[in-house]
Each structure stands twice: as structure tokens, then as C-alpha cells.
């Protein structure tokens, strides 16, 4: 099972960038892509962005296109979410998943804080 550790969360102020990483450890790993995910107070989880590992091809919810750069360094097996232009609605726990090629798995780290204030 995939081992998944997520970081860089922190409280900053609206128009500020953050760069989250997420680390993922175990057995023999090479996904189908990576993604991050939120989950805000209230909320139910949503899709963020996501990597396919093997061409680095990115996709983006609607609400972070232009703000967000998902990127992946697939020799430490880090998948990184580079936020920029942060707004108080992004305010939210960040979760990073595996897809082996199935969809995305039920195995979630334990997130990071993002705290956006206005």
C-alpha cells in the first residue's frame, strides 16, 4: 500500500503563493498520475489538479486554471501544487491520491492546512 505524506500548508494572506508537496512511499511505485485534492469546512472533497506520471500532462478544476501548477519529480516520487494568487475560498484541507490506472484510490494522507485570510 501506498504511503502518502502531505506538507507545506500554512496560514497566508489573500494574493500569496504556497507550495505544497506530497511524498509517496511503499512498494514499487508508477502510478497513472497523481492528484490533489481539498476539503473545506462544510464541504465535501473536490478534485484540484492532477499529473499524469509517466508524460507530466496536467489538468486543473476550473476555479485554480491560472493560479495552480501541479508538477512531479518522479525520482523522489513528490508530486508538488505550486498555488499562487491565493484567495480566502481556498481556504481548505489539501489531500494528495494516487490513480494506478483505475481511478483514484481510497488510501488519503492526512492532509495540510491551507488557511487563506482576507
Known amino acids: 500500500q501506498v504511503h502518502l505524506v502531505e506538507s507545506g500548508g500554512e496560514l497566508v494572506q489573500t494574493g500569496g503563493s504556497l507550495r505544497l508537496s506530497c511524498e509517496a512511499s511503499g512498494r514499487t511505485f508508477s502510478p497513472y498520475a497523481m492528484g490533489w485534492f481539498r476539503q473545506a469546512p462544510g464541504k465535501e472533497r473536490e478534485f484540484v489538479a492532477a499529473i499524469r506520471w509517466r508524460s507530466g500532462y496536467p489538468s486543473y478544476a476550473d476555479s485554480v486554471k491560472g493560479r495552480f501548477t501541479i508538477s512531479r519529480d518522479n525520482a523522489k516520487n513528490t508530486v508538488y501544487l505550486q498555488m499562487d494568487a491565493l484567495k480566502p475560498e481556498d481556504t481548505a484541507v489539501y489531500y494528495c491520491?494516487?490513480?494506478?490506472?483505475?481511478?483514484?484510490?481510497?488510501?488519503w494522507g492526512q492532509g495540510t492546512q491551507v488557511t487563506v485570510s482576507s
Open positions: 491520491n494516487v490513480d494506478p490506472g483505475a481511478g483514484w484510490g481510497q488510501n
